[in-house]
């Protein structure tokens, strides 16, 4: 017999929920991140957002960087938020974490890509000026 860690009846109630509220509470992150960078309305901070040495120290560039990102944050939350669904309805093994990894690494992948990218291009636009 073998042990099969991603069988339906070895995912606890407590691991469906854990994983479950993480993935909405990034994905709802990344949302509200992407909603108030694109209006201008988040602050520069050392919690969330693009926080690289050009973001913190000048204030333009923030507030570009997020606007410019805010596309690719979007997605990612809702790339994650689109994972909760066949998470919980599929049965167990690798059908029900194959979405999770899938939306997992393209979402991460959109951020750090996306991050690197947006920052690059405000630092363009805003020295070129």
Known sequence: MTNNTLAPESIDPVSLIVITLSLLGLGSLLITIAVRGHRGRLRSNHACGVRT????????????????VAPWFGCAG????????????????LTRAVPVYIAFAVSMTLV???????????????HTD
């Open 53 to 68: 040495r050009a973001t913190l120290t000048d204030s333009a560039v923030w507030y570009r960087v997020h606007r410019l």
């Open 78 to 93: 809702v790339l994650l938020l689109a994972a909760v669904p066949p998470f919980l309805l599929l049965p167990g093994g």
């Open 112 to 126: 750090i890509v996306g991050g690197i990218r947006c920052q690059r291009r405000a630092l363009r636009e805003l």
